[in-house]
């Protein structure tokens, strides 16, 4: 009898510490159902949102609801043109890399040495750095740069470029520091600009967060012209159950949720209870929030602080201007070169991914005017001459809607008024999940 209750023991403590993930591609028409029963840890629904978005998949609806220390989070999952997964490798490394999530990853940059910058944005400013590091000797392999409120972060992974070794030598390491902080600096921003060597191995869009974050870019004035106007974030306090409630109104896009969850966690609040739909190009999204020690947000001025934060993580990653897709072979001075034709050419970059596989450069830049507007084609087409036409091409972004969006009940009634009822969310759940024939 008592190695009964120590085997029961065990499987209960494997059973606690492994999430159990079903992926289902029949119960739906149009998108693979993708569910995690576990435990409930703090950080765990931002590394499972991680893991889809990692493959650049669309999440086209999800549900989350948490019961004591257990949770069912369930994601309805496209590729990027709108397709269930079908891949048995893509679904199995779901499965696998799911099951794991209690225990924490990021992809692996050994061999390289990251760098941290974040100063004032201006047009030339990512060819500067580039020029630097190109003069330096650093070669870079990976690099990712937002832009917002005219700030600027970049998380830039380089090695030596003659010993193809991360770059450990003090003096050299602070001597890169310090060119990098005087060109980030520039005239104007002499207490803010930044630049560090990071030693974290923190996910690199989830830095890039935190980095904005910690400059205080969501209390700038926003610069863009181009702002969506539809972006609607709203607090209220559902105090009978003591949940504050979060209700999020824009246009759908990649990484939408990642965004969203990866500030709320960062900020040390909770998510309980959520649902995400989206429909057509809108996506529609409500949160039921706690802080760590189980208290709804308490001030008004901590419901500012909130929806701002939240603008400000929804608004880095929308792209802004024509993206220009990059693909050739790498070498040392490259991205110098690249983005100098853009600055002589008066392009702004506002985002760019920098990414290296088998000596190949593929390389995503969004580029607008000096003003922040669209670009003239012709000058587009010239840039595109001065580097090589097969080497820089424009792109369209990828179709990201169901073009067969089905028309559900509206979640806001006249006036923007939000559906705030708890119970009207779990019984939402649960009809969506099929286990009650009605929710109203």
């Known amino acids: 009898m008592e190695w009964t209750c120590v085997d029961e023991y065990e499987k209960l403590l494997f059973r606690m510490s492994t999430p159990r993930v079903m992926i289902d ?51 309805h999952v496209t590729d990027l043109e709108g397709n269930k997964l079908t891949d048995e490798s893509v679904l199995n490394y779901i499965e696998q890399s799911l099951g794991t999530i209690h225990y924490g ?66 003096k050299k390491i602070d001597r890169i520091e310090a060119m990098l902080r005087n060109v980030l600096k520039g005239d104007n921003d002499i207490r803010s600009a930044k630049t560090s060597v990071s030693l974290a191995v923190t996910h690199t869009e989830r830095r890039l967060h935190q980095m904005m974050f910690a400059d205080r870019d969501y209390e700038r004035k926003p610069c863009s012209t181009t702002r969506d106007e539809s972006l609607v974030v709203a607090v209220q306090n559902c105090l009978e159950k003591g949940y504050s409630v979060v209700n999020i109104q824009c246009k759908d896009r990649t990484k939408l949720l990642f965004d969203v969850v990866c500030t709320l966690t960062d900020m040390q609040y909770v998510v309980f209870h959520a649902t995400i739909n989206t429909a057509g190009d809108r996506a529609s999204l409500e949160f039921f929030i706690r802080h760590m020690d189980g208290t709804p947000i308490s001030s008004e001025a901590e419901k500012q602080r909130v929806i701002l934060c939240l603008q400000a993580a929804i608004e880095r990653r929308t792209s802004q201007g024509v993206r ?6 790498d070498r040392l001075g490259l991205l110098a070169d690249v983005t100098r034709t853009f600055r002589e050419n008066g392009l702004n970059v506002t985002r760019a991914e920098i990414s290296t596989t088998l000596d190949r450069a593929l390389n995503v830049f969004y580029v607008t005017d000096a003003l922040g507007n669209q670009v003239d084609s012709k000058i587009i087409e010239s840039v595109r001459q001065k580097i090589g036409l097969s080497k820089l091409k424009v792109k369209e972004l990828p179709l990201i809607y169901h073009q067969k969006a089905e028309r559900e009940e509206a979640t806001m009634g006249a006036g923007g008024t939000m559906l705030l009822s708890l119970g009207s969310l779990v019984r939402r759940n649960l009809y969506n999940l099929g286990l009650i024939k009605s929710y109203s």
């Open 25 to 75: 591609n029949a119960s739906c028409a149009d998108a693979t159902i993708v569910m995690i029963d576990s435990a409930r840890k703090h950080g765990i629904l931002l590394e499972a949102v991680q893991v889809l978005t990692d493959l650049n998949l669309s999440i086209k609806k999800a549900y989350i609801s948490s019961d004591g220390r257990w949770f069912m989070d369930v994601f």
């Open 105 to 170: 990853r990021s992809k692996s940059f050994e061999g390289l040495t990251a760098l941290e910058l974040t100063g004032t944005d201006r047009v030339g400013l990512l060819s500067e750095v580039f020029a630097v590091l190109s003069n330096l000797q650093c070669n870079v392999v990976e690099a990712k740069m937002w832009t917002h409120n005219g700030r600027i972060a970049s998380l830039i992974y380089v090695k030596d470029n003659d010993s193809g070794s991360p770059i450990e030598d003090s």
């Open 324 to 329: 220009l897709e990059l693909c050739t072979e």
